[in-house]
């Protein structure tokens, strides 16, 4: 909560980075460094705020990725109230493929592409 008591725009950021974080962790495509040195990084996101938050409440955040081909990745972003019951926030993010190692750009992964493609349409 910030002094408007709502949640401070910054938090917002913070719950898409987390399902982000969810997402590729459940894809189980990505593996972590220094396992590999290819992995995903965002190269771009925003966030329009539709309602104001309010404490006390439980929120849910939704991500679906919306286009993904080798050279990046388009995810979409929801959160919604529990306790209103609305959404109140949706959130965009651009992701790339980037070598860890080269510290360079990179294709991303047949194997990621084909995870999100199967998780995408089992929901």
Not at 1 to 9: P, S
Not at 45 to 66: E, H, M, N, W
């Amino acid at each position: 909560m910030d002094a408007f008591r709502h949640v401070n725009n910054v938090v917002y950021f913070r719950w898409f980075k987390i399902a982000r974080i969810a997402y590729f962790e459940k894809l189980g495509a990505f593996k972590p460094l220094p396992d590999t040195t290819i992995g995903p990084i965002l190269v771009e996101t925003s966030a329009r705020y539709l309602k104001a938050l309010t404490y006390p409440d439980t929120i849910s955040v939704g991500v679906k990725s919306i286009h993904f081909s080798p050279e990046k990745i388009e995810q979409r972003y929801l959160i919604v109230s529990q306790r209103k019951n609305y959404a109140c926030t949706e959130g965009a993010a651009t992701i790339f493929g980037y070598d860890y190692k080269s510290m360079k750009r990179a294709t991303i992964p047949d194997q990621v592409l084909k995870a999100i493609e199967k998780l995408e349409k089992n929901h």
